[in-house]
């Protein structure tokens, strides 16, 4: 590791910023050294131009992307090097919004009766019923589980704050079946590596083929679960604040205040997995 990145690598550490940030902008940065084979340090305004083009017009990257990189180089030039006016102009484009993919009750259905094993269609489950993204279900230690007020634990999720969601009757009751046959004792859900959770690479492939077993014909990923979650809560009543704290969103235009829903709302609502018709095998609560 160069000094560069490893003072990179501090310097966004004192700022608190999130793990897949760090890593998001490190790796954008290391790719535009790459693409020049010269160290950062002896680039400029120029150099950052040039890249940037070559990334829209050559590479035809998604803006996410763009913006990621954009991001990164301002850290590295404003805040490490402390150099500015390398990105002066260069701002980050706003994204295409577009409508997430959402299932209906019966496709998701479908989706979890496709899933083979017990331990994939406990960590799918799990985050449509308590509206998680992937990495906070792979994250889920076993002591996130509250079974006494029905809540499930987020540690630390974006925005780097904790939280906590309905734990579905449900799925407590798959969970626990599941405990017994698994006996996990740190990560709910533990990866091939000792002391290590599942990789959220390996949920991505397991939910992308259970959708392709289930016939569904949809791009469907752990975060189309999640769009589902909410959209079949708003379907049935829920509140959209309520729906909002739940899912762990924070609103730029208003503040907390407006938002803010007691922990008595988070644990009476119920979680829409208890809508869904029985799947093959499943014991009931």
């Given amino acids: 590791m160069t000094p560069l990145r490893q003072r990179m690598i501090e310097d966004l550490k004192l700022r608190n910023l999130a793990p897949r940030t760090i890593q998001s902008y490190v790796s954008r940065v290391a790719a535009f050294a790459r693409h020049f084979g010269r160290s950062p340090e002896d680039l400029g305004r120029d150099e950052v131009r040039s890249y940037l083009l070559h990334l829209v017009q050559e590479r035809h990257v998604c803006w996410s992307t763009y913006n990621q990189t954009v991001a990164g180089l301002r850290f590295l030039y404003e805040v490490t090097l402390g150099r ?23 496709e998701v259905a479908r989706l979890f009766a496709a899933v083979v094993g017990l331990k994939h269609r406990a960590i799918l489950m799990t985050a449509y019923a308590a509206g998680l993204r992937i990495s906070e279900v792979v994250g889920l230690r076993v002591d996130d589980i509250d079974s006494q007020r029905m809540v499930l634990r ?3 999720a974006k925005g780097r704050r904790d939280r906590y969601v309905m734990l579905s009757p449900r799925l407590l009751a798959l969970l626990r079946e599941y405990w017994k046959a698994a006996r996990p004792t740190e990560w709910l859900f533990p990866g091939d590596i000792p002391g290590r959770p599942l990789t959220a690479s390996t949920v991505y492939r397991v939910c992308v083929q259970a959708a392709r077993d289930a016939g569904l014909g949809k791009h469907v990923t752990v975060h189309t679960l999640r769009h589902s979650f909410a959209t079949h809560l708003l379907e049935s009543g829920t509140d959209i604040r309520t729906i909002q704290v739940l899912l762990g969103h924070r609103n730029l235009k208003t503040t907390a205040v407006y938002t ?21 095998g499943e014991l009931h609560p």
């Avoid at 002066?88 to 009750?105: A, T």
């Avoid at 007691?262 to 809508?275: C, G, K, Q, W």
Wanted: charged share 25%; proline share 15%.
């Fill in 84 to 106: 500015e006016g390398v990105l002066v102009r260069i701002s980050c484009p706003k994204q295409p919004k577009k409508l997430p993919v959402v299932l209906s009750l019966e």
């Fill in 154 to 156: 987020v540690r630390q």
């Fill in 260 to 280: 803010h829903v007691s922990p008595v709302a988070v644990e009476a609502t119920r979680s829409p997995l208890d809508r869904l018709g029985p799947l093959p």
